[in-house]
């Protein structure tokens, strides 16, 4: 049976296609979800994409996943850079973690070269546009395999 996990997408990552493109890129938000299903398919993993604009829907998925066992990967968007209530919820995760981006932050301003979740998160990949969820989709996969060689 495939793994399920969970790709958790912050404030205004709905608006992708049309939000500052030339930062962003052209693809929308449905053409990431469409992205990140057919990855899963591709190494048997079961995707599920969500975005919330809502900090507090955020934490609550954060939550349902830690109670679930189910590995996630997050961008967490602005929340990146100053939400310690989200980063609290993903200190109690059980499965791997993995933040991406879709720009360098850190080749941005000031203020996004902070990740307050990043000090959580099993690693980062940032900068690739929406390569990042595939890269990250990709660890995923070996990081469960690699955990299903140990037991
Ligand atoms: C982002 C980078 C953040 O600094 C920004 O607030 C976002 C998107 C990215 O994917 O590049 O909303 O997380």
Redesign the pocket.
Known sequence: MSSRVLVLN????RRLGTREPD??GASTFDDLVALCRETGRRLDLHVEVRQTDDEAEMIRWVHEAADERLPVVI????F??YSYGLRDALAQRTAPLVE??????AA?EEF?HTSVVAGVATGTI?GFGML?YVLALQAVAELIAQDAAKS
Do not use: C, E, M
């Open positions: 912050g404030p205004n990552l930062v962003y961008n967490p968007a602005a990146t850079h991406v981006h879709i720009s360098n932050p941005r996004r940032a990042s």
